[in-house]
């Protein structure tokens, strides 16, 4: 959410940095909104200061003994008047939050003007694909063939967007996730957490989530209580609201998390995208990093993160690229954002493996999370930032893809072999 004094205050240079995103954002009812609110707060302050004033003097007249029958009647009428604007008070509150929750984050002014994805800037690449003697497949042709991916059964016994994976498979997914998780907690610096899977529309509205993208979620209603609980799409949804409400000791930032979860995306309106395979599923896992800053610390971390996502896949000696989002292809949450794209030879070209964001406060806002500054004076919004540390499934797809040979077989990875009891080929090659 943003700053409101910010939109009050420089409208002008608010609805600038707005339109780099592009969209068309109600900055105008926010304002109208807003001076609607301070106008009835004014009136109901002004009137109970005024209530306050005549109960003394009622209070004195009564013991003069002098009739002050007038006087409370008038008081009646001022107390009918200030209930009825606190609750116009109330409503004005839930109209100017519904409009703030609206507006996406505002861009960092290094982040790329754009319109979409085309627009994106390359900042790096590390490795050189490979160059096959055969024609390189795809992962779901190479897992089907293998008999470890099954999309068929999966589709079956759930729907499409589904799949079931079948000894080796499961095995080297559960060792990849091992791999980073490891990674993360020993080398970077990283807490691991075991977060819940399911939680509450307060938390998805503090993570950015609500209601922007209500339709892409998976929900569930209680069936004793009127409280729906949603699916996760990722465990930076419950870690970046671990602290809500509370004010950290700046001595205690930056916190540094990290989850390995299932995440379920409905996927709404992807529909004739990514249909065969894995790329895009209603159900897929992911190591997540999350993490709580001061303002001053969160662009360093922000490269500290892709650094630390990064890592993977240069231990699996996977090629990739680091992109710079720009502000047409960035989230809503994001004010930047770099996505690392791992190459995948079977479609020759470069997926999206990674997206690591720095939110700055706009969620901190949202779900009131502070930190007390060391130095003194008053608590102040703290800087949130998460990354994937790496989505698992789009791993398994760029090791099968990446270390297929050309007897159908696959070969393990170096850095996993450890995780996988030593097995250094899937398949028939072994």
Same mark, same amino acid.
């Given at each position: 959410?943003?700053?409101?004094?910010?939109?009050?205050?420089?409208?002008?240079?608010?609805?600038?940095?707005?339109?780099?995103?592009?969209?068309?954002?109600?900055?105008?009812?926010?304002?109208?909104?807003?001076?609607?609110?301070?106008?009835?707060?004014?009136?109901?302050?002004?009137?109970?200061?005024?209530?306050?004033?005549?109960?003394?003097?009622?209070?004195?007249?009564?013991?003069?003994?002098?009739?002050?029958?007038?006087?409370?009647?008038?008081?009646?009428?001022?107390?009918?008047?200030?209930?009825?604007?606190?609750?116009?008070?109330?409503?004005?509150?839930?109209?100017?939050?519904?409009?703030?929750?609206?507006?996406?984050? %505002? +861009?960092?002014?290094?982040? *790329?003007?754009?319109?979409? &994805?085309?627009?994106?800037?390359?900042? =790096?690449?590390? !490795? @050189?694909?490979?160059?096959?003697?055969?024609?390189?497949?795809?992962?779901?042709?190479?897992?089907?063939?293998?008999?470890?991916?099954?999309?068929?059964?999966?589709?079956?016994?759930?729907?499409?967007?589904?799949?079931?994976?079948?000894?080796?498979?499961?095995?080297?997914?559960?060792?990849?996730?091992?791999?980073?998780?490891?990674?993360?907690?020993?080398?970077?610096?990283?807490?691991?957490?075991?977060?819940?899977?399911?939680?509450?529309?307060?938390?998805?509205?503090?993570?950015?989530?609500?209601?922007?993208?209500?339709?892409?979620?998976?929900?569930?209603?209680?069936?004793?209580?009127?409280?729906?609980?949603?699916?996760?799409?990722?465990?930076?949804?419950?870690?970046?609201?671990?602290?809500?409400?509370?004010? %950290? +000791?700046?001595?205690?930032? *930056?916190?540094?998390?990290? &989850?390995?979860?299932?995440?379920?995306? =409905?996927?709404? !309106? @992807?529909?004739?995208?990514?249909?065969?395979?894995?790329?895009?599923?209603?159900?897929?896992?992911?190591?997540?990093?999350?993490?709580?800053?001061?303002?001053?610390?969160?662009?360093?971390?922000?490269?500290?993160?892709?650094?630390?996502?990064?890592?993977?896949?240069?231990?699996?000696?996977?090629?990739?690229?680091?992109?710079?989002?720009?502000?047409?292809?960035?989230?809503?949450?994001?004010?930047?954002?770099?996505?690392?794209?791992?190459?995948?030879?079977?479609?020759?070209?470069?997926?999206?493996?990674?997206?690591?964001?720095?939110?700055?406060?706009?969620?901190?806002?949202?779900?009131?999370?502070?930190?007390?500054?060391?130095?003194?004076?008053?608590?102040?919004?703290?800087?949130?930032?998460?990354?994937?540390? %790496?989505?698992?499934?789009?791993?398994?797809?760029?090791?099968?893809?990446?270390?297929?040979?050309?007897?159908?077989?696959?070969?393990?990875?170096?850095?996993?072999?450890?995780?996988?009891?030593?097995?250094?080929?899937?398949?028939?090659?072994?």
């Amino acid at each position: 959410m943003l700053d409101l004094r910010l939109i009050r205050d420089q409208p002008e240079e608010t609805a600038r940095a707005l339109a780099r995103r592009g969209g068309d954002y109600p900055l105008g009812e926010i304002l109208d909104a807003d001076a609607v609110r301070r106008r009835l707060v004014r009136e109901a302050e002004e009137l109970k200061a005024e209530r306050n004033r005549a109960s003394e003097e009622i209070g004195q007249a009564r013991r003069r003994g002098e009739n002050a029958e007038a006087a409370m009647a008038r008081m009646r009428e001022v107390g009918d008047r200030i209930k009825a604007l606190d609750q116009q008070v109330k409503e004005a509150d839930e109209r100017l939050h519904a409009l703030l929750l609206q507006l996406p984050n %505002l +861009p960092h002014s290094s982040v *790329p003007v754009g319109h979409s &994805a085309e627009d994106n800037v390359e900042v =790096r690449r590390w !490795g @050189t694909p490979r160059t096959f003697e055969f024609e390189p497949r795809q992962h779901f042709e190479i897992g089907e063939a293998l008999g470890l991916l099954d999309f068929e059964r999966a589709s079956k016994i759930a729907k499409t967007r589904f799949v079931v994976m079948w000894r080796e498979a499961a095995r080297l997914s559960r060792a990849l996730a091992q791999f980073m998780l490891d990674l993360h907690t020993r080398e970077h610096g990283f807490s691991e957490l075991w977060v819940p899977h399911l939680v509450n529309a307060e938390t998805m509205v503090g993570a950015g989530v609500l209601p922007k993208f209500e339709d892409q979620q998976f929900k569930v209603q209680e069936p004793d209580a009127e409280r729906t609980l949603y699916l996760i799409a990722t465990s930076e949804i419950p870690m970046t609201a671990l602290h809500a409400g509370e004010i %950290l +000791p700046e001595d205690e930032l *930056p916190k540094r998390y990290c &989850a390995f979860t299932p995440c379920y995306r =409905r996927e709404a !309106g @992807t529909y004739g995208q990514d249909t065969k395979g894995m790329i895009r599923q209603h159900q897929f896992d992911k190591v997540e990093m999350v993490k709580v800053t001061t303002p001053s610390q969160s662009y360093d971390e922000l490269e500290s993160m892709v650094r630390s996502a990064e890592t993977v896949l240069q231990r699996l000696e996977l090629p990739y690229r680091v992109m710079a989002l720009s502000t047409g292809d960035m989230g809503f949450q994001s004010a930047k954002t770099y996505d690392l794209e791992v190459w995948l030879p079977g479609q020759g070209k470069y997926r999206e493996i990674s997206s690591c964001s720095n939110c700055e406060a706009f969620q901190a806002r949202r779900l009131d999370l502070k930190y007390r500054p060391k130095a003194g004076g008053r608590p102040d919004f703290c800087h949130t930032l998460n990354g994937s540390g %790496l989505a698992v499934g789009r791993t398994l797809i760029a090791v099968i893809e990446n270390y297929q040979e050309a007897d159908g077989s696959i070969t393990v990875p170096e850095a996993i072999r450890p995780y996988m009891g030593g097995l250094g080929r899937i398949g028939s090659g072994r």
